[in-house]
């Protein structure tokens, strides 16, 4: 399906892309409102003709802008963009918008556009804010919506310590401080820095080397020209970066990067609702598997099951999935619910819970029969039906498994003959 847009080049609402975001809204000096929005999401279509009326009666007054932050997701996720539609008033310090929280009728739109500018206007007049921070070098007082600090000062002396002997990821910015362009791109990377240790929990790191000063470093990664990006990972030969020089840019590259990099999630016994809660709301999607009795499998049987979804797990690590499974018959609501009760072990099912819609596992648990069904789900093929009723059903608390082969129950009277036996034999 063609993405469709809410907006088009005959309406006076600005299309806003990852290309053009930094050129149109960052660098300007003109006050921006900016819808981010998703084309799917009804609450945007019903806000669409009166962003555009607000467009009309604002135009060459103040800047009305959109991004559709399905398509740019880095773009949303570097402004925090959480649900749609949100709107985020950029003033004079572009790095810092406001969230805007008037009513979403076009009057009062343009009645926050125009509040928003009587204060950008009276800022100006009192010498508080000179136009754009942005053309000061990222202004004063570290105000370039990074953080300067976020980026890591690298020496000659601390590179190996902290860049090739970590487990995180790096890239790693080369300049003199009389370049040009590193001056250029000195907000854009304190912007990035901030916002990759954000969303990667510090697990990709944006670091600094002023080749001028440290030339041991740069002369063994032959720096020619500045800026020089490369890209360091544990154990394998450093990589030049070869993408944008916007702090979208980075940022998309820095999180790839991440995913490329995260472990594999984890493989969770579903032994309690807090379990399924947690792993499930977390994630867009929660595949759970129901694995035949142990009595029916033994340990190896079981093993072999959890490693074919573990090797599923790796491979789509990226989607950020949570992955659980449970013995048949422990849970038995949930197996009615999702319609697999009491046949054909194993079974798969993969859960949207904020849908409450599920799809099922038609081909074979193995490496390949799951690997079409997840990459059908992918797509947003594959047949998916409402769970059970619409709500979640009951889960029961229950122990792990030992990692063992099941046990037959063992009737009481044996032991007792056992004991009076050994007793006997003692005597004897």
């Known amino acids: 399906v063609l993405m469709f847009s809410l907006y088009s080049a005959s309406d006076d609402v600005i299309e806003l892309t990852q290309s053009n975001f930094n050129r149109e809204v960052i660098q300007s000096d003109s006050l921006w409102l900016v819808e981010f929005y998703a084309p799917w999401c009804g609450h945007c279509r019903n806000l669409a003709p009166d962003w555009k009326k607000a467009a009309t009666a604002l135009k060459g007054i103040v800047k009305v802008g959109a991004v559709d932050a399905d398509q740019h997701k880095s773009l949303g996720g570097q402004y925090g963009v959480r649900g749609f539609p949100t709107i985020k008033i950029f003033g004079a310090n572009k790095n810092k918008p406001e969230e805007y929280q008037g009513g979403r009728s076009s009057q009062a739109i343009v009645d926050g556009a125009m509040n928003a500018l009587r204060n950008l206007v009276k800022e100006r007049l009192s010498g508080r804010s000179g ?27 601390n590179f190996d310590k902290l860049v090739l002997d970590s487990d995180d990821v790096w890239l790693v910015e080369f300049f003199a401080p009389w370049c040009g362009h590193c001056k250029n791109l000195e907000p854009e990377w304190a912007a990035a820095a901030t916002a990759v240790k954000e969303q990667t929990k510090g697990k990709v790191r944006l670091g600094a080397v002023d080749a001028t000063v440290h030339q041991g470093v740069s002369s063994r990664y032959g720096i020619r020209g500045f800026p020089t990006i490369k890209i360091f990972r544990k154990g394998e030969e450093p990589e030049d970066y070869q993408g944008g020089r916007t702090r ?21 016994e579903i032994l309690s609702e807090d379990v399924l809660k947690k792993t499930c709301e ?50 038995m609501e949930l197996e009615s619910s999702l319609g697999i009760g009491g046949f054909g072990y194993p079974a798969m099912a993969a859960i949207n819970t904020r849908k409450m819609k599920f799809a099922l596992l038609r081909g074979s648990f193995s490496e390949t029969g799951i690997h079409e069904f997840l990459r059908e789900l992918s797509v947003g093929r594959g047949s998916t039906a409402t769970l059970g009723g619409g709500v979640m059903p009951k889960l029961h608390t229950v122990e792990p498994w030992d990692g063992k082969d099941g046990q037959l129950p063992v009737e009481e009277d044996y032991d007792l003959s056992d004991v009076e036996l050994d007793d006997f034999k003692d005597e004897l």
């Open 131 to 157: 136009g754009s921070d942005y053309k000061q070098s990222g202004g004063g007082g570290g105000s370039s919506g990074g953080n300067k600090k976020d980026v890591v000062e690298l020496t000659d002396d």
């Open 248 to 268: 979208g840019d980075i940022i998309e590259k820095a999180l790839d990067l991440f995913s490329d990099n995260a472990p594999p999630p984890e493989l969770l």
């Open 282 to 331: 977390d994630s867009q999607l929660c595949i759970i598997a129901v694995l035949p009795h142990i009595l029916d499998t033994g340990a190896a049987g079981r093993n072999s099951y959890l490693d074919v979804m573990m090797k599923m797990a790796e491979k789509y690590k990226k989607k950020m999935w949570g992955w659980l499974w449970t013995e048949a018959g422990a849970q």
